[in-house]
């Protein structure tokens, strides 16, 4: 991973794949920005997401609980 500074914002992020992933984090949000094209840029997550990368990475860590809980029951 290196440290890159967002084209959009200026906000310091991580980018490249994490320890034991074989692709970036941004292959998993999705790209909110309409027209904006990204080949040759990089943006931090919330502009990414415009402003809704927490709220997904959230919403999806509630959602992965709630199925783990519901295959024990079964």
């Known amino acids: 991973m290196e440290k890159l500074v967002c084209e ?3 906000t310091k992020f991580n980018c ?3 320890v034991g992933k074989d692709r970036c984090w941004c292959m998993d949000l ?3 920005r309409g027209g ?3 080949a040759g840029a990089c ?3 919330d502009c990414l ?3 809704k990368a927490k709220a ?3 919403s999806r860590k509630v959602k992965q609980r ?3 809980a519901s295959a024990l029951r079964k």
Do not use: S
Request: overall charge positive.
């Open 30 to 32: 999705p790209n909110l």
């Open 36 to 38: 904006f094209d990204l």
């Open 49 to 51: 997401t415009m402003g």
């Open 8 to 10: 959009h914002c200026g």
């Open 43 to 45: 943006v931090c997550p």
């Open 66 to 68: 709630q199925r783990a």
């Open 56 to 58: 997904m990475i959230k």
């Open 16 to 18: 490249g794949a994490p």
